[in-house]
């Protein structure tokens, strides 16, 4: 059966809904960055730039780096931005758009977010990079799919236990990211941890200017909290929702932030693009190696 125009939205010009991209226009390795402007930041270091577009928060440019064609795409702010954006780039490459089926031999991607996120432990100062091995999901998006077992259940079960979460919060859960992936990022400049992705950035990262937050112990046992000698190294608002619909779609999916607030010690970076600057071109050389 096709897939209905009210469930896969095409434009007249027969581009997908929100990104605006055709299939032609997205390359196998895809960087995903939350704010637009932070694309020309990737690709001015691309040796050509082959296209560009940008619809609402949603700009692309694609281009070659040292001979490796890569799409830089901004996502927005959270984790519903990540539902739309992970849809859509699937659809790009693993449903034919004229036929509106899935394709019989499906593409898989290697994304890579490059964000920023503030470091939920002292040890981890501004100015470094944390490359995500787990997404700790807090915001609830990923509940409207079918997990089909890509979560780790004895894990979020003793974070639950552990912090006493609220049921009348969504149910925390941990996904992985792709080890090939981080096996080709990871080096002695990485810190490596969970990373806590909320679906807010002030009360649900428990930041407190007027209103008081649920549980106003949660970031502290959040930043004491262990498992397998993995702890929770960050906050941010994408990473767990990448690495699920990642996962679910069959991509290959990995998160590296550059720490900009230290939320233990309560600074903030003093020269933040900088630091953006630094892991930009540390993760397009890593992707060359
Ligand atoms: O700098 P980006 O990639 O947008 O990432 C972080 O910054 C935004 C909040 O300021 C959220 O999107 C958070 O995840
Ligand atoms: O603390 C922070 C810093 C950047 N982005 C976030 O979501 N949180």
Do not use: C
Not at 136 to 146: E, F, S
Request: charged share 25%; glycine share 6%; hydrophobic share 35%.
């Amino acid at each position: 059966m096709p897939i209905k125009e009210s469930e896969l939205i095409l434009n007249p010009d027969n581009s997908i809904y929100h990104l605006n991209l055709k299939p032609e226009h997205v390359a196998k390795t895809i960087i995903l960055v939350g704010d637009q402007d932070r694309v020309e930041k990737v690709s001015k270091y691309f040796d050509r730039i082959e296209f560009k577009i940008q619809k609402r928060e949603f700009k692309t440019h694609t281009g070659y780096y040292k001979k490796k064609r890569i799409t830089v795409i901004s996502t927005g702010i959270g984790p519903d931005n990540i539902d739309i954006v992970l849809n859509e780039l699937d659809a790009l490459v693993n449903i034919d758009f004229g036929t509106r089926q899935i394709k019989e031999t499906l593409t898989k991607l290697h994304i890579i977010r490059i964000g920023t996120s503030g470091s939920l432990q002292a040890h981890i100062p501004v100015d470094t990079f944390v490359l995500s091995t787990h997404g700790l999901d807090i915001n609830g998006m990923l509940h409207a799919y079918q997990l089909n077992n890509i979560n780790t259940p004895d894990f979020e079960q003793a974070f639950i236990t552990h912090t006493n979460w609220s049921p009348n919060k969504a149910r925390p859960i941990i996904i992985e990211g792709s080890q090939i992936l981080r096996d080709q990022l990871k080096s002695e400049q990485t810190y490596e941890g969970l990373t806590a992705t909320a679906g807010g950035f002030y009360g649900p990262q428990g930041r407190v200017l007027r209103l008081p937050v649920q549980d106003a112990q949660l970031n502290s046992k959040m930043d004491n909290f262990e498992y397998n000698n993995i702890r929770i190294s960050n906050f941010e608002m994408e990473t767990s929702a990448i690495f699920g619909l990642a996962k679910l779609l069959g991509h290959e999916a990995l998160s590296l932030n550059a720490i900009i607030a230290n939320r233990a010690t309560g600074n903030f970076t003093k020269k933040p693009a900088l630091t953006i600057d630094k892991l930009i071109k540390y993760t397009l050389d890593k992707l060359v190696e």
